[in-house]
């Protein structure tokens, strides 16, 4: 079964510092990857995904992600946050043939510190 | 374009009670997929219609069934209320073809059982 796994509940990161989300996925072969974000009381947005090609893929608001297959890791990152960009974040995988459930991590939530 | 919505933003139910709720995709998209995101629990698959038809359920009991009309759009309905039923439901939203691995995600209903 596919499962993904963000190790960090929390991350405080200052505004205008890096950031890098971790996000790790079990399954057989090469799945799609999501990253999406949940702003206080409102639903999911895609950030981004990755399906094949490029391993770095390029999303809104300045998010990029990186996949690694021989990590099983497709970490998002941005060089400089914004204190707009406190929410939770979540990545997901889905299986790249047959029923399209999305498997989510448990997320983690981003504070920005002033 | 305007993205998925879904009615009521939050509703307040009692035990034992039913409760009805309503998402509409996407114009052009095809795909429905229900979500549930509750306290501890995480973002867990509930119910996938695609034209017309549910093509896959999450692990929930029958008591939570929907369907989908013919312009799509789709209700999920929960029976029989319980508290820990308390949530935000998530719907989602993918086309037919062409971009079909992505779902996009609407604002959720937040249900409360008392």
Redesign the interface.
């Given at each position: 079964a596919q499962s993904v796994t963000q190790p960090d509940i929390h991350i405080t990161v200052s505004e205008g510092a890096s950031l890098e989300l971790r996000c790790n996925y079990s399954y057989g072969a090469t799945p799609y990857l999501f990253w999406y974000v949940q702003s206080p009381g409102q639903g999911l947005q895609l950030l981004l995904k990755y399906f094949s090609g490029d391993t770095l893929v390029q999303g809104i608001k300045g998010f990029e992600a990186e996949f690694k297959r021989s990590q099983s890791s497709f970490n998002l990152r941005k060089p400089s946050v914004h204190w707009s960009d406190a929410a939770e974040y979540f990545c997901a995988v889905r299986k790249n043939t047959g029923f399209q459930k999305l498997v989510f991590g448990t997320g983690t939530r981003l504070l920005v510190s002033p | 374009e305007a993205g998925?919505t879904?009615s009521p933003t939050h509703l307040i139910k009692t035990r034992g009670q039913q409760a009805t709720l309503r998402c509409s995709p996407i114009s052009g998209h095809t795909?429905v997929?229900w979500?549930q995101q509750a306290l501890g629990l995480?973002?867990q698959?509930l119910l996938?219609y695609d034209e017309g038809e549910e093509?896959?359920r999450?692990n929930f009991p029958p008591r939570f069934s929907g369907r989908q009309f013919p312009n799509y759009s789709s209700e999920l309905n929960v029976n029989a209320l319980e508290l820990e039923d308390s949530a935000l439901y998530?719907c989602?939203s993918?086309p037919a073809g062409r971009g079909?691995?992505?779902?996009?995600?609407?604002?959720?209903t937040?249900l409360l059982v008392l």
């Open positions: - | 998925v879904q795909s997929y979500y995480g973002l698959f996938w093509r896959n999450g998530l989602a993918s079909k691995e992505t779902q996009y995600f609407g604002p959720g937040r």
